[in-house]
């Protein structure tokens, strides 16, 4: 069903197909951090993560959340519905860590007593800073009424991402989606893997996501391994 190649990203390959309204997502095994300075890879990465992001978009559809994925094509292709991706970042903090923890000098894990969404631009050339609502609007990247219907979506999909990770052991710190128009409705997309989330072990405090590449902690394709086997046995 896969046409020609339409973008190739950091992560993954977008091709077209015989349909206008859906494109096939290619996971690849490459892995980058800090804007694509640092780079790695490993082989399974691909299909770690698709195999993550079918299992949790299925159950955030389930559980009210609508979602680009349409099916799985093998075990590193899927066919989503294509959508206009809004070029923002939509992060949910639980915890404090990373940069916002050091943007205000406060030591990560500090628990927050409300989950904390941000906005960032998604823009490679400027390293996609922070921006406030206000700024999205003025970028015209958002309307005004879609603010509030981000904000919400992404704390629905903190929820139940939440309750998962905690089943599988594990700390939702925090996350970044995207979310894409489909005329007008809004559709959760891209991915939700340890490449976009912060996860801690419950039991042990041991990172288990992209951290472990991007600080050199060792064990990443055994942590992404064991992140897929958790969530395989209690999304099963
Ligand atoms: N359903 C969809 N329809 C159209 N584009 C999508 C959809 N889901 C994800 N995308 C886009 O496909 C690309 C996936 O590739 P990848 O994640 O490797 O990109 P990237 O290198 O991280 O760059 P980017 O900064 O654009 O995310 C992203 O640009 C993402 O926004
Ligand atoms: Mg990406």
Redesign the pocket.
Known sequence: VRKELL????????YSTELQSE?V?EY?DSL?AFN?LKKGSFAGKGALNLRMTALLFEHLSKNGVPT?LIKQLGPTELL??????IPLEVVVRNVLAGSTAKKFGIEEGQVLAKPLVEFYF?N?ALA?PFLSDDQALMLGIVKETEIPQLKTMALKVNDVLAKVMNQAGMTLVDFKI?I?REGNRL?L???ISPDCCRLWDKKTGEKMDKDRFRRDLGNVAETYQEVCKRLSEVLK
């Not at 973008?7 to 977008?14: L, S």
């Not at 989503?80 to 991706?85: G, P, S, Y």
């Open positions: 973008y190739e990203g950091k992560a993954k390959k977008i494109v997502v690849k980058t694509a680009h989503v519905k294509k959508v206009e991706i998604k490679d996609d995207e894409g559709l997309a891209d991915e």
